[in-house]
């Protein structure tokens, strides 16, 4: 096999090798998912590096959903590669997306090529990147976890959907105050705002002022 041959076929061995970690980690098979790593392989991730027996638990703590990712950018020297795999997790009850990629060191083995080091980078909706916010998700092993406990365990930074409203003392969502009637003059029409008690609708009453030149508008 010529050396252009080679390169390619260890490239199509080291893209299913990413594929199956995708479809592993989505699918949450603990058994697969670790034929993908080294015996000495490491995995970091929120600023914390695991090693391959700690590997099971992490992968039972996260967050259930689909991983998608391209094919990765590759470097070759010899029996070693580090390449970049971009992806997106969608998580499986609020679809709520997730962006980032891995930076990956690679090392061909007597069975074939696989992972030996793994790491995550988040992408911001602010133009950042970084490694998630400093946890250990195992740091709590032994204890109920929030999905345990019949609640929704809580979303990563940079995670999610809009803000909810503040909360008062009491657990309950703030009510917005509505604000008194406003009165503008533009183009020679008096136009006046009353806030409803539904913060989203409003009412508008428009007359025309002493100076206007135009009928009254009809509401």
Not at 124 to 142: T, V, Y
Not at 166 to 187: A, D, I, L, V
Not at 199 to 216: F, G, Q
Request: net charge positive; charged share 25%.
């Amino acid at each position: 096999m010529t050396n252009e041959a080679q390169r390619v076929s260890d490239l199509v061995e080291l893209h299913a090798l990413c594929a199956r970690y995708m479809a592993y980690t989505s699918r949450h098979v603990p058994d697969r998912w670790l034929d993908v790593f080294t015996p000495d392989a490491e995995y970091s991730a929120f600023g914390t590096p695991y090693t391959l027996e700690r590997f099971p638990a992490l992968l039972a703590a996260a967050p259930r959903g689909q991983y998608i990712g391209n094919m990765p950018v590759v470097d070759f020297d010899g029996d070693h590669a580090t390449g970049v795999q971009h992806f997106v997790f969608i998580d499986q009850k609020s679809h709520a997306m997730r962006l980032g990629f891995y930076r990956d060191e690679y090392v061909r083995r007597s069975d074939g090529w696989r992972i030996r080091r793994r790491a995550t980078t988040f992408m911001r909706k602010h133009g950042g990147f970084d490694s998630g916010r400093q946890h250990d998700p195992l740091a709590l092993e032994g204890k109920a976890s929030p999905r345990a406990r019949g609640r929704p365990p809580p979303s990563p930074s940079g995670v999610g959907c809009d803000r909810a409203l503040p909360q008062s003392r009491s657990g309950s969502q703030r009510k917005r105050m509505p604000t008194p009637p406003r009165h503008t003059q533009r183009s020679g029409w008096n136009v006046q705002v009353a806030v409803s008690p539904n913060p989203l609708v409003s009412e508008n009453v428009v007359s025309r002022s002493p100076n206007s030149l135009y009928p009254r508008a009809a509401r």
